[in-house]
């Protein structure tokens, strides 16, 4: 399963990233707006110190704009993928980009027909929100398991992006079902780094070794 930061921070980026941890970015305007700095600068940036695909997100709502929208984005790095809203519009403009060779991920994914529609559009990835399906008392892991189970019956070359994910046990139960990639943001990434045992542990092996250094003194 790959794992994708789901940020537009810089350092934060920067900081997983040398960890080897990254597999790809994905970023939306909400996301860019929380940085205050200039957009363009900000996403060509990602594009340029990430090798995996950089998810970059148009803000236009009509299929024209939407697909010179899109054709710029992608200019910014051959690793851009273009993401599009699951609307009628989002979904034509995707067969176009598709179509010129300009990968697209589908986002605002709530149902599995919504799914079916856009991998059908040529989508590269579908991102199902899952953490806002649980706010509004939907099991967001039963729509992920219902698309994986579609897309396995058929030829979809379509990936499920689990998006939204609110806490580790999202991307454990993620990868069980057999997700091809899961977004997270950095708070999360980071309580999937640590565990109280192993704090325990280094801090006893630590001390052990100062005592073995004091005896051979």
């Known amino acids: 399963m790959k794992i994708f930061l789901d940020t537009a921070n810089i350092d934060e980026i920067r900081r997983f990233h040398n960890m080897g941890l990254l597999d790809g970015i994905t970023t939306n305007p909400s996301l860019l707006f929380r940085e205050g700095q200039n957009p363009d600068?900000?996403?060509e940036e990602i594009a340029s110190m990430v090798s995996g695909d950089v998810s970059l997100e148009v803000v236009a709502t009509k299929y024209e704009e939407?697909?010179?929208?899109?054709?710029e984005l992608h200019d910014k790095g051959n690793n851009v993928v273009v993401k599009v809203p699951m609307t009628p519009d989002g979904l034509r403009a995707c067969r176009t980009l598709s179509s010129?060779?300009?990968p697209v991920n589908v986002t605002l994914i709530f149902s599995a027909n919504q799914a079916v529609l856009?991998?059908?559009s040529g989508a590269k990835y579908v991102s199902p929100f899952i953490g806002r399906l649980d706010d509004i008392g939907h099991d967001g892991m039963d729509l992920i398991r219902t698309i994986l189970e579609i897309f396995g019956?058929?030829?979809?070359?379509t990936q499920v992006l689990v998006a939204s994910i609110r806490h580790p046990?999202?991307?454990v139960e993620a990868a069980r079902l057999g997700a091809h990639v899961v977004t997270l943001p950095p708070q999360v990434l980071d309580k999937m780094l640590k565990h109280p045992l192993t704090d325990i542990g280094l801090k006893s092996f630590l001390s052990d070794w100062r005592l073995l250094q004091k005896s051979q003194k």
């Open 100 to 102: 010129n060779n300009i």
């Open 41 to 43: 600068y900000i996403m």
């Open 169 to 171: 046990l999202h991307v």
């Open 153 to 157: 019956n058929y030829d979809f070359d």
């Open 118 to 120: 856009a991998a059908k």
């Open 66 to 71: 939407m697909v010179r929208e899109g054709t």
